[in-house]
């Protein structure tokens, strides 16, 4: 592969991370992610498994050190195994890690397939474990399948963190025991505020819950000591004293993450994303297909000069959302 700069956007801040998107689809319908109906793209406009492997590889060769799959949820898409076997072949060799933000609902059929390709930490999106508010959430979903694919991972050597959307009146009272929960798993735990993007069923404010509110309630309940672990993303990071687990807070309404970005991301329809809370964008995957290699270096340093400083996230009773998309088309 012919060599390229490394990526430096306008602000000054390195992009090592790179968030792909395989498939806009999803086997669960989360009331603060989707639409209870929702249109696909058609398959014939996604990128393909060769093309998603292309790009990503230009952005190893210039300095992408982190790589996540995503969705909508990615093992929908029959082919995220063998992306993952491409992507680690490049393991130890300018990628350090290939990582999954999934739901779940089919990781005990690819836990182990996952980690002998080389994955070695998972993101699972939970918000509760109680079986009648889990299946309200997601609309259908069944916890002890989720449940199941959460050990199977853990058996299989895949170090597991949860990733739990808080919600006012949903599931604020299991915020806590969810964290008792990790601490006995061994799991590390993120809580993330919900977040305006696209068009939903509901009002997002109803749900609104500030992370500053649950921190001061859980200290009360676990010691918790400030962490000096970072990963150049959006969580600040406490340790439950007594344990190995990490407790991480994503706030996107309360405390602004944006100062240390490293991230952009990758539609399955090849649209390069500088910032979640934007729309602007770059068509990578016409790049590719009409001009090749050099238009895909060329559309990446358009994205790089065009990347925000910020978000401009607002949570406001009936306002529009920040951007149209919803969560489900850049993986988060």
Same mark, same amino acid.
């Given at each position: 592969m012919a060599s390229a700069p490394s990526l430096i956007d306008r602000h000054g801040r390195k992009i090592s991370y790179l968030r792909i998107s395989v498939t806009d689809r999803?086997?669960?319908?989360? =009331?603060?992610?989707?639409?209870?109906?929702?249109? !696909?793209?058609?398959?014939? +406009?996604?990128? $393909?498994?060769?093309?998603?492997?292309?790009i990503a590889e230009r952005f190893i060769e210039r300095g992408v050190r982190k790589i996540r799959l995503t969705g909508g949820e990615p093992l929908v898409r029959r082919d995220v195994v063998e992306l993952t076997r491409w992507l680690g072949k490049h393991l130890g060799n300018g990628l350090d890690e290939i990582t999954m933000t999934t739901n779940a609902n089919r990781l005990a059929d690819h836990a182990r397939a996952l980690r002998e390709a080389g994955m070695k930490r998972i993101n699972v999106s939970l918000d509760s474990r109680d079986p009648d508010t889990f299946r309200f959430i997601t609309r259908h979903g069944d916890i002890h399948k989720v449940i199941g694919g959460?050990?199977?991972? =853990?058996?299989?050597?895949?170090?597991?963190? @949860?990733?739990?959307?808080?919600?006012?009146?949903?599931?604020?009272?299991? @915020?806590?025991?969810? &964290?008792?929960?990790?601490?006995?798993?061994? !799991?590390?735990?993120?809580?993330?505020?919900?977040?305006?993007?696209?068009?939903?069923?509901?009002? =997002?404010?109803? +749900? !609104?819950?500030?992370?500053?509110?649950?921190?001061?309630? &859980?200290?009360? +309940? !676990?010691?918790?000591?400030? $962490?000096a672990h970072a990963t150049g993303g959006p969580a600040r990071y406490w340790t439950v004293e007594g344990s190995g687990t990490r407790l991480g807070l994503i706030s996107p309404l309360t405390a602004n993450f944006c100062d240390g970005c490293n991230r952009v991301r990758l539609t399955t329809e090849g649209k390069l994303y500088m910032c979640l809370g934007h729309d602007d964008q770059v068509d990578l995957k016409g790049a590719l297909r009409e001009g090749g290699i050099t238009a895909v270096d060329d559309g990446i340093d358009r994205a790089m000069a065009n990347k925000p400083a910020r978000h401009d996230f607002r949570i406001e009773r009936d306002a529009a959302p920040a951007v149209e998309r919803h969560m489900s088309v850049t993986g988060g």
């Open positions: 999803c086997d669960l319908r989360c =009331r603060y992610c989707m639409a209870e109906h929702m249109t !696909f793209l058609p398959r014939d +406009r996604l990128l $393909s498994l060769e093309e998603i492997a292309t959460i050990m199977a991972a =853990r058996d299989a050597g895949i170090a597991v963190k @949860i990733n739990m959307v808080a919600l006012k009146g949903l599931n604020e009272h299991e @915020i806590a025991p969810m &964290l008792a929960w990790c601490v006995e798993q061994g !799991f590390d735990l993120t809580l993330i505020e919900t977040m305006p993007l696209g068009a939903i069923d509901e009002d =997002r404010t109803d +749900r !609104f819950l500030p992370l500053t509110a649950v921190k001061d309630d &859980l200290d009360t +309940r !676990f010691d918790l000591a400030p $962490s």
